[in-house]
């Protein structure tokens, strides 16, 4: 079964081929367009315009906080119920040193606040954290994509090996559209492991 999306389509295969195709488009002029040089850094409202422009074509609930709780494999994400508090304490969470800025990206990670499209979205959002905050963003055809999966299901309670896997892949090369475009084109590889499942299922 498919989300219901703004394309009509039925078939969870081809909403995931649609999917990658609109989003990539869509990353690609946040980049090119300079959209993102406009957000601020680190704050939700820059995650939430940015999980918007990329979606908006495919899902009405683009840039919306989600109204259900999920899970993915054994992990459950921040309740619904403590999903506005939990954005407001990530907005307050320091942002200028390395440590800070995985922090808060693990942090953001737990909350997961979009039904869909959270790791895009927040990979585009911690990029501008790095490039804003210390001048560097990730080459992501450096991070091991299972090694990612699975030091993003730990991080909760150690975040040292996404630190690690992070901090050996950061570059200067921060104007560079190919490398930022390498978290967009990765992105199926690193989300499409195991399922997410609702409340309904829960």
């Known amino acids: 079964m498919a989300l219901e999306n703004k394309l009509g389509l039925t078939s969870s295969a081809d909403l995931a081929r649609e999917e ?52 993915k494999g054994s992990f459950r ?29 693990v942090e953001m990670n737990i909350a997961h606040p979009f039904r869909e499209g959270n790791g895009r979205s927040a990979r585009i959002w911690l990029d501008l954290i ?3 905050e210390l001048h560097r963003v990730v080459d992501w055809s450096k991070v091991d994509k299972e090694d990612y999966l699975l030091a ?3 991080s909760p309670i150690k975040d040292i090996e996404i630190k690690h896997l992070l901090k050996n892949a950061l570059t200067d090369d921060i104007n560079s559209r190919e ?8 992105s199926y590889y690193y989300e499409g492991y195991t399922s997410f499942k609702t409340e309904e299922t829960l």
């Open 20 to 71: 990658e195709r609109i989003s990539k488009k869509k990353a690609a002029e946040l980049f090119e367009k300079g959209i993102l040089d406009k957000l601020e850094a680190g704050k939700f409202s820059a995650l939430k315009a940015i999980h918007k422009y990329l979606f908006d074509e495919i899902y009405d609930f683009a840039g919306k906080i989600r109204t259900v709780n999920i899970a």
């Open 77 to 105: 994400f921040a309740p619904v119920v403590y999903l506005e508090a939990a954005l407001e304490n990530i907005d307050k969470m320091p942002q200028s040193t390395f440590d800070e800025i995985v922090e808060k990206y």
């Open 152 to 154: 993003m299901e730990r």
């Open 179 to 186: 490398i930022y475009m390498k978290g967009i084109d990765h």
């Open 130 to 132: 790095f490039k804003t």
